[in-house]
Nanobody
Framework: QVQLVESGGGLVQPGGSLTLSCTVSGFGADPHSVGWFRQAPGKEREGVACLTSIDGSPDYTDSVKGRFTLSRDNTQNTVSLQMNSLTPEDTAVYYC?????????????????WGQGIQVTVSS
């Protein structure tokens, strides 16, 4: 059974930084796609950053390019999202998600397993 548990959310001032972490279990040594998604109030859930191949680089949505960095630690089975230069527009519930297939588009419908979500609020 696949399980994903997020941590690290909270309140941060505009311009600040925050790191989210997701512990992924249930895949064993099998490769899989993994990503971070977010949902702001009144908006649809959107892909933020995804890593969908064994040797490739993460894909980022345009609004976070240059500010967010997704990294994976296979020894710890964790996926992190380093978020810098945060703005109020980044306020949302952030979700970690995974799928057993590789090369999944960074679109929520393609991901089979989800964490419970964690709140990130950017406000002064």
């Amino acid at each position: 059974q696949v399980q994903l548990v997020e941590s690290g959310g909270g309140l941060v001032q505009p311009g600040g930084s925050l790191t989210l972490s997701c512990t992924v279990s249930g895949f064993g040594a099998d490769p899989h796609s993994v990503g971070w998604f977010r949902q702001a109030p009144g908006k649809e859930r959107e892909g933020v950053a995804c890593l969908t191949s064994i040797d490739g680089s993460p894909d980022y949505t345009d609004s976070v390019k240059g500010r967010f960095t997704l990294s994976r630690d296979n020894t710890q089975n964790t996926v992190s999202l380093q978020m810098n230069s945060l703005t109020p527009e980044d306020t949302a519930v952030y979700y970690c998600a995974a799928d057993p297939l590789l090369l999944r588009p960074c679109v929520p419908v393609y991901y089979d397993s989800w964490g419970q979500g964690i709140q990130v609020t950017v406000s002064s």
